[in-house]
């Protein structure tokens, strides 16, 4: 996918993420109350590729060959969790939606790791495989590189992906998506209620393209599902078929934009067409 150089991202270092529910074993910026470390301890979690192997339990590994973090109170980092949608779709608009989509990871990130904030992103066409961000620029620079490497393809079943990718851990979570799966309406509370009761703040980024906000064309068309080449559809673009089409994805948007307001959730229509910078200084004052 299409990234973006870090001196673009260093316009955004006075940023800030507002993280209330923070979770992470290090120490960073948002020190909770704790004053001791055998009084405080907080619980386990399981261990993720570039944890710091100072913190495993080895007697729990011992016990259930398996390797297990042991958290404290008093070092609780923010952490942010960043979940990207991979699927065909996102390979749309004359500024491709997964242009934008590295764009705003990349740019959390960067707000994230200037606050000392860990990171995990998600490609969730490998939902169990997050990439922990290093700290720090090599950090932004190996997310970068990371991005490229990923070609948005196929189908994803958004709810499915997200159940397989949440851990114990809370802390601020971002879903990028165009939310263009037929199943994902159904299934959006179950999955905000998951990340609640995994503590969770859930932010969603709902992006879509110019030419599917606006409808410029008339005529006859061959539409072809960008996921299944074996769904098509001909349809002659009229203007009450316009309409009709607007109607529907109004209703669409405020239909997830409501079901993530009752379940405290936060949700941001992100265009492609919109400048960068003042969509990410929305983002922020969510």
Not at 1 to 7: K, L
Not at 51 to 66: E, S
Not at 238 to 265: C, F, H, P, Q
Not at 269 to 284: A, E, H, N, V
Request: with cysteine; proline share 2%.
């Amino acid at each position: 996918m299409q990234t973006i150089e870090i001196q673009e991202l260093e316009a955004l270092r006075n940023l800030k993420l507002n993280i209330k529910r923070t979770v992470s074993y290090n120490e960073g910026f948002r020190r909770s109350n704790a004053k001791g470390r055998s009084a405080e301890f907080s619980g386990y979690r399981e261990y993720i590729p570039g944890d710091d192997m100072r913190y495993v339990d080895w007697n729990a590994y011992a016990r259930l060959d398996k390797l297990y973090i042991k958290e404290y109170m008093e070092e609780r980092e923010g952490r942010v969790n960043i979940y990207l949608d991979t699927s065909r779709s996102m390979q749309f608009g004359s500024k491709l939606k997964s242009t934008l989509m590295t764009e705003l990871a990349q740019a959390i990130s960067y707000v994230a790791l200037s606050g000392r904030d860990s990171v995990y992103v998600t490609d969730l066409s490998r939902p169990a495989a997050p990439f922990k961000v290093p700290p720090g620029n090599m950090g932004v620079k190996m997310l970068q590189r990371w991005l490229e490497d990923i070609t948005p393809n196929g189908r994803i079943s958004l709810a499915d992906a997200l159940k397989k990718s949440l851990r114990t851990g809370g802390g601020l979570s971002f879903i990028i998506s165009d939310f263009m799966d037929e199943n994902f309406l159904s299934q959006e509370e179950e999955i905000l209620r998951l990340m609640n009761y995994r503590k969770m703040e859930v932010r969603l980024l709902q992006i879509l393209s110019k030419e599917e906000m606006e409808i410029e064309y008339t005529g006859s068309f061959r539409f072809i599902d960008s996921e299944d080449e074996s769904k098509d559809v001909k349809l002659t673009l009229e203007r009450s078929v316009v309409r009709s089409y607007t109607k529907e994805l109004e209703k669409y948007i405020n239909d997830i934009s409501a079901v993530a307001t009752r379940y405290g959730a936060m949700y941001h229509l992100c265009r492609t067409d919109i400048p960068l910078r003042k969509t990410i200084y929305d983002i922020m004052r969510l």
